[in-house]
């Protein structure tokens, strides 16, 4: 049973609007939060994480964004570029234990 | 050489033949993964080697045969696959063997294609 889900595989956004892609997972555990992107024929690159402590973190244009209640997990990504074009992947883990990675959300930025 | 690079980027084999994919990590990092990512499922992850021990196995079949010579090369070993063993496969290393090691730096991946 998957963890860690995506349930949205793609999403269109205009250059220089919000990207919000969306992570949800069931692991009450789980206590640390990372995104990855993927351009194609690279492997996955760390982006941004978070605690459980936390509810946001920041970077640059990156927003990351964490609701333990409803074990949901946000990345903003403002504006949007068209270098932002890629599949971001969520991942999840918990303390001594492995990662658990989501199936991935395709962005496309629209010039 | 820097971050992780994987060899080879793409292999074609048959079900009876025998390869090897092979990764090396240039960041002085003290753990190694291997990832298998077929298309439309996640990332699963297949071996964790931490400090050159083998520490996770994740119910992979024995004709997956991973080795960890030091903290910096990882292989794994591959014999009479199946054609669903097509996917990629993808080389990680991060400072600890688990979240508390950080994020993981991921190879280019390897693109296996079972004959």
């Known amino acids: 049973d998957q963890q860690v889900k995506q349930n949205s595989p793609s999403l269109s956004v205009q250059e220089g609007r919000i990207s919000i892609l969306n992570c949800d997972y069931t692991?009450?555990?789980?206590?640390?939060f990372l995104w990855y992107k993927k351009y194609p024929a690279e492997g996955p690159t760390f982006l941004i994480s978070?605690?459980?402590?936390?509810d946001k973190n920041e970077d640059g244009r990156f927003t990351v964004f964490l609701n333990k209640s409803a074990k949901h997990l946000s990345l903003h990504i403002v504006p949007s570029q068209p270098g932002d074009s890629a599949v971001y992947f969520c991942?999840?883990?918990?303390?001594?234990?492995?990662?658990?990675f989501g199936t991935g959300t395709s962005l496309t930025v629209i010039p | 050489e820097t971050g992780v690079t994987q060899t080879p980027r793409h292999l074609v084999m048959g079900m009876t033949n025998k390869k090897s994919l092979k990764c090396e990590q240039h960041?002085?990092?003290?753990?190694m993964y291997w990832y298998k990512q077929s298309a439309k499922k996640p990332l699963e992850l297949m071996f964790v080697?931490?400090?050159?021990?083998?520490?996770e196995n994740n119910s992979v079949p024995s004709r997956f045969s991973p080795e960890c010579p030091n903290s910096s090369h990882l292989f794994l070993h591959l014999h009479t696959l199946q054609p669903e063993d097509s996917a990629l496969y993808l080389c990680?290393?991060?400072?600890?063997?688990?979240?508390?090691?950080?994020?993981?730096?991921f190879g280019p991946g390897t693109r296996l294609t079972v004959t």
């Open positions: 990680a290393s991060s400072q600890g063997a688990d979240r508390r090691g950080g994020e993981q730096y």
């Open positions: 692991n009450s555990m789980f206590d640390y």
């Open positions: 978070i605690s459980s402590i936390k």
């Open positions: 991942a999840a883990a918990h303390t001594g234990n492995q990662f658990y």
């Open positions: 960041l002085g990092h003290n753990a």
């Open positions: 080697y931490n400090f050159k021990e083998q520490t």
